[in-house]
């Protein structure tokens, strides 16, 4: 699976975003997608999951309320919609795949996109 994340860009406090992650390969319908973020210096932390059929999904309390995550199987794509920004949301956003049912470390993902910056002015 090959994954390619897009729409990043700067925006003020309390605005909105909306991430994409297109995958190619078939086994996307198949996998649990997640979105993690890394400030500068800081670690790569999670951030939401989606399950297979979109179903269900979880989220880090930090972000919880704000972000959705959705998916469109039929299109091989995730979105993560980002309402509410803060600048603390102020990092490069990843997307991953995964087998395993939301899995929220890093080490359980196999397949990583190259990250979209998310600047967030205050």
């Known amino acids: 699976v090959q994954l390619q994340a897009s729409g990043g860009g700067l925006v003020q406090a309390g605005g909105s975003l909306r991430l994409s992650c297109a995958a190619s390969?078939?086994?996307?319908?198949?996998?649990?997608m997640g979105w993690f973020r890394q400030a500068p210096g800081k670690e790569r932390d999670f951030v939401a999951a989606i399950s297979r059929t979109g179903g269900s999904t979880y989220f880090a309390d930090s972000v919880k309320g704000r972000f959705t995550i959705s998916r469109d199987n039929a299109k091989n794509t995730v979105y993560l919609q980002m309402n509410s920004l803060k600048p603390e949301d102020t990092a490069v956003y990843y997307c991953a795949a995964s087998r395993l049912l939301l899995p929220t470390r890093r080490d359980e993902y196999d397949y990583w996109g190259q990250g979209t910056l998310v600047t967030v002015s205050s």
């Open positions: 390969g078939r086994t996307f319908s198949s996998a649990t």
